[in-house]
């Protein structure tokens, strides 16, 4: 009887079919003979049925459901089975993994800005680069076994819990972060791409140890942005753009990427040699002057040249390195971190911590408060307060009233908090605000 309710499961849900195949497998295993052969016939229609769609979803183009298993699986903890990738990918992009092992990378002080030349001049990232330049992974990369050992590094300095890259292309880049994150002992990379089965199938034959520091997301960065601010507590130390290099594209990416940033952290921007990537990095270093643009040489820009191979200050990368402040900044433009969804319908005070340093100004915040519901069209409430603040704020945790509700009758309530800050320097605040209700 629990073999016939698996069967049906099977039959109504192909999502868990391949699961449920293995469950059948090992109920089987424990029937008699007799039912193993009249389900023998049963088994191989359902594998047939496992197999077509499989190619429907090839087909379709969409990856959406290998993502989603694949996600659930990593979400899991767990290496993705080889049979959630099609079988044809993994013949069609065979790969080598090196041996997992120790890889020297120089040690730094994070305080410190102007870190990069420390970095490339010191022999342990020589020794890094060669030992990249060699990996079996080379080939499945686009950047230079410098630029591998660059991220390898920062990634052992960081020791960080989140890492983003933006375009997997077949995970090369990905296999540096996560041997970095394996020798960690602790980080999870989310990469996200959305052509191709390429990643899948190179993920899925690589060693455990490794497939366990990495998530992968075949989406766009536009999806994937939204989607992963969806999840409030993934911060990123260091997100690596290298997807679409147009510079629209180029310049959202790394607009959202800062978003994500935990302070301090660096978004590595590929292929400036290209127009795209340049400027949206050099645009979003103008119009964000706490940020730190980290270099080891110092050529200036030529601006009659759209593409330039020797534009990059870090020799041997196609990089522009930036950093984030050290506390999240706010200006006289307004700021804000994102909507999240609330516990109730609604709150009564707006939390700031307050970084060491401020001086006199006013601080302006603005909640916008949406309410869902399956029942009744959405609403949306705005509401508006200022503090002024002085040295003696400097450290403060400063709880600022502002009552909101959507009321009851709604489903979800999501809020929007934007700040604005009239003072001589920038009021710098040690995370995003919250709310108390
Ligand atoms: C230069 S390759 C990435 C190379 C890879 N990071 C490496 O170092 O080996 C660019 C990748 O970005 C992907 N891509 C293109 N448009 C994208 C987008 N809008 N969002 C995310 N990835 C995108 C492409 O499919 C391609 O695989």
Redesign the pocket.
């Known amino acids: 009887m629990k073999v016939v309710n698996l069967l049906r499961r099977a039959m109504h849900n192909s999502d868990s079919s391949a699961q449920s195949l293995t469950e059948i497998l090992a109920g089987i295993a424990n029937q008699s003979d007799l039912l193993n052969r009249r389900f023998e016939a049963v088994i191989a229609g359902l594998i047939a049925i496992d197999q077509k769609l499989s190619e429907l979803v090839q087909l379709q183009g969409s990856q959406a459901k290998l993502t989603a298993r694949l996600i659930g699986s990593f979400a899991r903890g767990e290496s993705p089975p080889i049979g959630y990738v099609p079988e044809e990918a993994i013949a069609k992009y065979p790969v080598v993994v090196s041996p997992i092992c120790d890889i020297p990378y120089p040690v730094v002080d994070l305080a410190l800005l102007d870190l990069l030349p420390a970095v490339a001049s010191s022999p342990e990232l020589a020794a890094a680069s060669e030992f990249f330049l060699h990996n079996a992974a080379a080939t499945?990369?686009?950047?230079s076994a410098l630029?591998h050992a660059l991220l390898y590094a920062l990634v052992r300095n960081l020791l960080p819990e989140h890492v983003i890259?933006?375009?997997?292309?077949?995970?090369?880049?990905?296999e540096a972060i996560c041997r970095a994150l394996e020798r960690n002992g602790k980080g999870v990379l989310h990469?996200?791409?959305?052509?191709?089965e390429?990643?899948p199938a190179v993920l899925s034959q690589w060693p455990s140890e490794l497939r366990r520091h990495i998530r992968f997301y075949a989406?766009?960065?536009?999806q994937?942005f939204s989607e992963i601010t969806k999840q409030r507590d993934t911060r990123a130390d260091l997100v690596?753009v290298?997807?679409?290099?147009e510079y629209e594209?180029a310049a959202f990416?790394i607009g959202s990427a800062a978003r994500i940033l935990r302070p301090g952290g660096f978004i590595v921007v590929?292929?400036v040699s290209q127009a795209g990537p340049f400027l949206a990095a050099r645009d979003f270093l103008a119009l964000n002057p706490q940020w730190t643009e980290c270099r080891v040489t110092n050529h200036p820009y030529d601006a009659t040249k759209a593409f330039d191979s020797e534009r990059s200050n870090i020799p041997g990368t196609d990089f522009i390195v930036v950093r984030g402040p050290a506390n999240y900044a706010v200006g006289d433009r307004p700021v804000t971190f994102g909507e999240f969804p609330l516990r109730s319908t609604g709150f009564g005070e707006i939390v700031v911590l307050v970084a060491d340093q401020v001086c006199d100004g006013t601080l302006y915040v603005q909640g916008v408060l949406r309410g869902f519901s399956s029942h009744q069209e959405p609403v949306e409430q705005v509401n508006s307060t200022s503090r002024t603040l002085s040295a003696a704020d400097a450290g403060a945790e400063l709880r600022i009233v502002l009552p909101m509700d959507v009321g009851s009758g709604f489903d979800i309530a999501r809020l929007e908090i934007w700040l604005t800050w009239t003072g001589a320097i920038a009021l710098l605040i040690r995370q995003p605000p919250s709310v108390v209700s």
């Open positions: 499945r990369s686009l950047v630029s890259e933006i375009g997997t292309y077949m995970a090369g880049t990905s990469t996200t791409d959305p052509f191709g390429r990643a989406l766009d960065s536009m994937f690596f290298d997807g679409n290099h594209s990416d590929d292929n």
